[in-house]
C-alpha cells in the first residue's frame, strides 16, 4: 500500500526528460527510442568516427596518415541529444540511472568487445579536480563495465601529473599541448597482464581523441599497447 501511495504521490520520471513513466522503467518511450548504439562496423577502427558513405570498412585516411597511439578505438554512442543530456545530468547531478541503462542497452557491443581477462584503465582526472568533486566518472565507468564484461579494472596505475585546464574549454591545438606530459604510470600499481590481454583506456566523453591518444603514448614508451573506449563520441573531427 506504502509503495502504491509513494508512486501516487511521487510518479515515477524519465531521468533524462523528467516526463512520466512507468514505475518500471528509467527512460519514457520518447527518449528510449531516441537512442541508438553507434553501428560499430561502420567506424573508423582508430578514431571511431564514421566512415563516409560508401567507403569500405577500414582504417579512415585522417587515421592512415596520422595514427593516434592507441591501436583501437571502440564508442557507444554519438555525443547528441539524449546520450548528451543523459552524460550531463549524471556528471553534473550524479544521476548515473541513465549511463547504466546505456551501458546495459550496449551489452551485447561490451562483452563482443572486452574479454574477462582485459584490463580496464580509467582516464585519471587532475587530483585536485577529484578531491573538489568527491567523483572519478571514467572509474565510475570501469567499475560499471567491468560489471557487465566480467573483466578487470585499475584507477591507480595511470596518474595525471600537474592540475591542467578542462579539455572542453581549449581549442584542438591547445588540447594535444595541454596533455603532452598530463600523464605517468605508478610502477607500484602495475597490474598483471594475460599474454593476450588488452588494456583499455577509458573515458565518457571521447571529442578530438587526443587525451586518449597521450594516455596511450605514455603506456606505449613502457612497451604497453593498448585500445580506446568511450561512452560517447562527437561525430565531428577536432569538434
Known amino acids: 500500500m506504502w509503495s502504491s501511495l509513494r508512486h501516487l504521490l511521487f510518479p515515477p520520471a524519465c531521468c533524462i526528460c523528467q516526463q512520466p513513466i512507468a514505475h518500471d522503467a528509467t527512460l519514457c518511450r520518447r527518449c528510449s527510442q531516441a537512442i541508438t548504439p553507434l553501428p560499430q562496423p561502420r567506424l573508423c577502427p582508430r578514431c571511431a568516427l564514421p566512415l563516409p558513405e560508401g567507403a569500405l570498412p577500414g582504417t579512415c585516411g585522417s587515421c592512415l596518415n596520422d595514427p593516434p597511439a592507441h591501436r583501437r578505438a571502440v564508442a557507444l ?118 599474454g593476450d590481454a588488452t588494456i583499455w583506456l577509458v573515458d565518457d566523453i571521447m571529442t578530438t581523441g587526443a587525451t586518449l591518444h597521450f594516455a596511450a603514448r605514455t603506456l606505449a614508451r613502457q612497451h604497453h599497447a593498448s585500445a580506446a573506449l568511450a561512452l560517447a563520441r562527437t561525430l565531428r573531427k577536432g569538434g
Open 77 to 194: 554512442y554519438a555525443y547528441k541529444e539524449a546520450v548528451r543530456d543523459a552524460i550531463l545530468q549524471w556528471k553534473l547531478g550524479g544521476d548515473e540511472r541513465a549511463i547504466d541503462w546505456l551501458l546495459t542497452v550496449a551489452g551485447d557491443t561490451l562483452r563482443q568487445t572486452i574479454q574477462p581477462h582485459d584490463l580496464l584503465i580509467p582516464i585519471p582526472m587532475p587530483l585536485a579536480r577529484m578531491r573538489r568533486t568527491g567523483q572519478h566518472h571514467a572509474a565510475n565507468l570501469c567499475r560499471m563495465i567491468a560489471a557487465i564484461t566480467g573483466c578487470r579494472w585499475e584507477w591507480r596505475w595511470l596518474r595525471r601529473t600537474g592540475n591542467q585546464p578542462r579539455q572542453s574549454s581549449l581549442s584542438h591545438k591547445e588540447r594535444r599541448n595541454n596533455l603532452r606530459r598530463a600523464f605517468t604510470l605508478d610502477t607500484d600499481h602495475q597490474p598483471t597482464l594475460a
